[in-house]
């Protein structure tokens, strides 16, 4: 297997006190709806919390707030990850 996908919803957001450049975004396991039924059994529950500085994925995220997204997990090599996002 090359890569696992996961499908989260985004449950909240908050900008940080401490940094107002700074957006916490929290995203929740999928298990919900029929749509999900057939594979969520076998789904761990789990929350993925990102604090985000980039204002343009971070308002990627408030826009998605409460709805379904996909989460895509393969190997990433040291000289292949991209900081230009």
Do not use: C
């Amino acid at each position: 297997m090359s890569a696992v996908e996961a499908r989260f919803y985004v449950s909240g957001y908050q900008v940080q006190s401490f940094d107002k450049d700074a957006v916490q975004v929290t995203m929740q396991a999928v298990s919900r709806g029929e749509h999900n039924k057939s594979w969520s059994k076998y789904t761990p529950a789990g929350q993925v919390q990102m604090t985000i500085k980039n204002p343009s994925a971070a308002d990627w995220f408030i826009e998605r707030l409460g709805q379904e997204i996909s989460v895509v997990f393969s190997p990433a090599p040291a000289d292949e990850i991209s900081t230009d996002h």
